[in-house]
């Protein structure tokens, strides 16, 4: 059964730091386009940042510059290093794992997602 | 940004009720649609891709449909467990979700 479980949410303080890490089962990471989404309270999903099976990432505006995704493929594990955090930043973040669709056309939607880990910036 | 706009924003239904959702896109995404259920505590669940195409181990009461610009997603007879949030989301150009539609009992 293929399945990812986040960790690392915490309580922290404007402009600190936290890393959350998201473990897979049953599928390689590396191997896999891999993404974080969030839900901030009271809000809906929003894409936060999205990790190829190259390598290459891509942000949210919002977070460009701040956060850093990478994997850990002897550990299969994906992580995301959240620096320079602010308020807006708080809310439940959800690992997931992208499949491609059927067909010539490559295009990639979340099809094995976490529970997430509560990420909350505050003094 | 390409921005999806799903209506309502909440849904009153009752048991055994049909219900529909929508979700338009500010453009073009031509099918590139998911569909997924989210409640409380729990991962998101995907219940339809390419705009229509249901997830294996998805009931089919779930369908989806459209194409372009505008989207629905229908429940045939809603069922105890379908109580949650659903979202659209497009795959076109980078990922970008629907603000949900709520699903509450009536």
């Known amino acids: 059964e293929m399945q990812v479980v986040e960790s690392g949410g915490g309580l922290v303080q404007p402009g600190g730091s936290l890393r959350l890490s998201c473990a897979a089962s049953g599928f390689s990471v590396s191997s896999n386009y891999m993404t974080w989404v969030r839900q901030a309270p009271g809000r809906g999903l929003e894409w936060v940042s999205v990790i190829y099976s190259g390598g290459t990432t891509y942000y949210t505006d919002s977070v460009e510059g701040r956060f850093t995704i990478s994997r850990d493929t002897s550990r299969n594990i994906l992580y995301l290093q959240m620096n320079s955090l602010r308020a807006e930043d708080t809310a439940v973040y959800f690992c997931?794992?992208?499949?491609?669709?059927?067909?010539?056309?490559?295009?990639?939607?979340?099809?094995?997602w976490g529970r997430g880990t509560t990420v909350t910036v505050s003094s | 940004d390409i921005q999806m706009t799903q209506s309502p924003s909440t849904l009153s239904a009752s048991v055994g009720d049909r219900v529909t959702i929508t979700c338009r896109a500010r453009?073009?995404?031509?099918?590139?649609l998911a569909w997924y259920q989210h409640k409380p505590g729990k991962a998101p669940q995907l219940l339809i891709f390419e705009a229509s195409t249901l997830e294996s181990g998805v009931p089919s009461r779930f369908s989806g449909s459209g194409s372009g610009t505008e989207f629905t997603l229908t429940i045939s007879s809603l069922q105890p467990d379908d109580f949650a949030t659903y979202y659209c989301?497009?795959?076109?150009?980078?990922?970008?979700f629907g603000q949900g539609t709520k699903v509450e009992i009536k």
């Open positions: 453009e073009s995404i031509n099918n590139w």
């Open positions: 997931a794992r992208d499949r491609s669709s059927p067909g010539p056309f490559k295009y990639f939607y979340m099809d094995v």
């Open positions: 989301q497009q795959y076109y150009s980078y990922w970008t």
